[in-house]
């Protein structure tokens, strides 16, 4: 077998995907469609918890109601080599699964800043 049909490389024919990826910042896509699915079903992408009562369920909207980026909790550790991170305060963890995204509606726990 072509060692590039193995991996999914280099065939012009492949199909698009339904959405464009979201791209961590560290260039990962693996938890683009499953934050969308938990935003669709009310849940916070990272908590899994229910999202504040008046964030936006939608996640092609990405602006207005609370989000994580208006939240008081949000930080930006400092990682290895100068990298930077968006993390919750209230969640802690150093793997890409901790990561936010700054337009995800805000959790139950969001608090904005004034
Ligand atoms: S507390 Fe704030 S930063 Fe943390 S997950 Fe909830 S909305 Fe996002």
Redesign the pocket.
């Known amino acids: 077998m072509d060692d590039r049909r193995l991996f999914d490389v280099g065939f012009a024919d492949s199909p698009p995907p339904e959405h464009e990826p979201e791209v961590s910042p560290r260039g990962h896509t693996r938890y683009g469609a499953r934050a969308r699915n938990r935003i669709r079903r009310g849940e916070?992408p990272?908590?899994g918890g229910l999202l504040h009562p008046d964030a936006i369920a939608d996640p092609a909207v990405r602006e207005g109601g609370?989000r994580?980026g208006t939240?008081i909790?949000?930080t930006t550790p400092v990682g290895h080599r100068g990298k930077t991170w968006r993390k919750?305060d209230?969640?802690g963890g150093g793997s890409e699964a901790t990561d936010?995204r700054r337009w995800?509606p805000?959790?139950s726990?969001?608090k904005g800043t004034a």
């Open positions: 916070h990272l908590t609370p994580c939240c909790h949000i919750c209230l969640i936010l995800w805000g959790c726990d969001w």
